[in-house]
């Protein structure tokens, strides 16, 4: 099951790079979200969280590769499309 902190840091992500970006922004609704969000947390502990952005921008699901930074952050990187997402650590 999907860490609902973690998810929801993830989403305000995703709507940082529509804003930021507005590469995809027509696609980043609050439904599609929604849905991102839903389908996480139907996730099982040992499932990978799936990139945001293919899965509402292209209909994929696609694995996010986890990692540290050197100052503790979390750090996403989506094996298919490479985008990167980062979260202050805990």
Known sequence: MADAR???????SL???????????????DNSAQAFGNFCSSLKAHEPYPCPLCFIA????????????????????????LEQFSFPGD
Request: net charge positive; hydrophobic share 35%; glycine share 6%.
């Open 6 to 12: 973690f998810l929801a840091s993830l989403i305000e």
């Open 15 to 29: 709507w940082e790079k529509r804003n930021s970006e507005g590469r995809l922004a027509s696609r980043i609704t």
């Open 58 to 81: 292209r209909g994929r699901i696609s694995n996010l590769l986890c990692s540290n930074a050197a100052n503790g952050d979390k750090c996403l990187k989506c094996l298919v499309c």
